[in-house]
């Protein structure tokens, strides 16, 4: 009998997990639970495997686990949520004779390989390099950055806080945008601005520059309303130039021939907006280094379990401890 490994993808609010076939990476049996409805994490794992019936001679003894919070110590305690664990107490509790835990972005990016053709969504076309680094990129809750490497062996992920690198304004906009932030928050870094809690800062700071009263209260209520409200809609179309710009600088500094993957919750729900924004030229408008990033393939991730792709991807990846 071949036992599934467990896989997982761990949030603030919800614990994604499922099971896949070893030497697969098709993630099954997939379930999210509530953070907030369990102590901890090992009340939550054992909940899940009974639900899906792996338990007994079933219950997996190999697991990777992703959590949206620093993984590199034995204690882990998670940014959003009340759980705080011990890595090797953990193991011991559920028998596993391997468990892995990896931090949520570097799931998403060693899941991009494995996204299947069908939800990748083209957004400038390009030859990638083989053997070079490839970029992956997405705001949420907050801006997550990280490189993939095609190792000799298996892909090596290289992560990063490039969210945290400073807002640099290209237009007068973005300075007197820059003022607004920089007045609300102190220093003002580009996850700031590129996160579900920025769109909304965004649209409000647009509103005293424009001398408006702010209609939207939510991120997805200015999504939403972008088709009839100005504001809203200068708003997403600034939202992904700056995106963009950072976009095409991280590019740079990272070498990233391999091409440009956009994922996480935000951009898949900015399809339509991409081809009217100037997300494109501000990625290339790099003075002379302009034909380097316009030539670079850009995609967006539509697959809903990139983050699952990745912890079985990291599970037997000799370059993730």
């Given amino acids: ?47 899940y495997l009974s639900r899906v019936g792996a338990v007994g001679g079933h219950a997996p003894r190999e697991a990777c ?62 030859e990638a390099t083989a053997h070079a680094a490839r970029l992956v990129i997405g705001p949420g809750t907050g801006l997550g950055v990280a490189t993939l490497f095609p190792g ?16 640099a304004p290209t237009d007068e906009r973005e300075q007197q945008l820059l003022r607004y932030f920089r007045h609300r928050y102190g220093r003002v870094s580009v996850e700031r601005v590129l996160c579900g809690q920025g769109l909304l800062d965004l649209y409000l700071a647009h509103c005293t520059l424009a001398n408006a009263s702010p209609v939207f209260t939510t991120p997805a209520q200015v999504t939403a309303a972008a088709d009839e409200d100005p504001i809203a809609r200068d708003t997403l179309l600034r939202f992904l130039k700056i995106l963009g710009d950072v976009c095409g600088d991280a ?7 391999g091409g440009v993957t956009l994922c996480g919750g935000i951009v898949p729900r900015l399809l339509s907006w991409l081809p009217e924004s100037r997300f494109r030229e501000a990625f290339a408008d790099k003075g002379r ?15 809903p379990w990139p983050g699952l792709l990745g912890a079985a991807e990291a599970l037997h990846n000799e370059e993730v401890e």
């Fill in 65 to 126: 686990l992703a959590f949206a919070c620093p993984v590199h110590d034995d204690r882990i305690k998670m940014t959003n949520n009340h759980w705080v664990f011990s890595r090797t107490a953990v193991q011991a509790e559920l028998g596993l004779t391997l468990f892995k835990t990896i931090n949520d972005f570097t799931a998403q990016a060693l899941g991009v390989p494995h996204v299947p053709r069908e939800a990748l969504v083209e957004i400038q076309p390009g």
């Fill in 289 to 303: 280094m302009h034909a380097y990033n316009a030539a670079l393939p850009i995609h967006v991730v539509t697959a």
């Fill in 251 to 257: 590019a740079l500094t990272l070498g990233a021939r």
């Fill in 1 to 47: 009998m071949i036992r599934p490994a467990l896989i997982g993808d761990i949030g603030g609010t919800n614990a994604r997990f499922a099971l896949v076939t070893p030497g697969a990476f098709e993630p099954h049996d997939i379930l999210s639970l509530p953070c907030a409805d369990y102590p901890g994490l090992v009340e939550a794992v054992r909940d």
């Fill in 152 to 167: 000799r062996h298996a892909w090596v992920p290289l992560p990063g806080e490039g969210g945290h690198i400073t807002f």
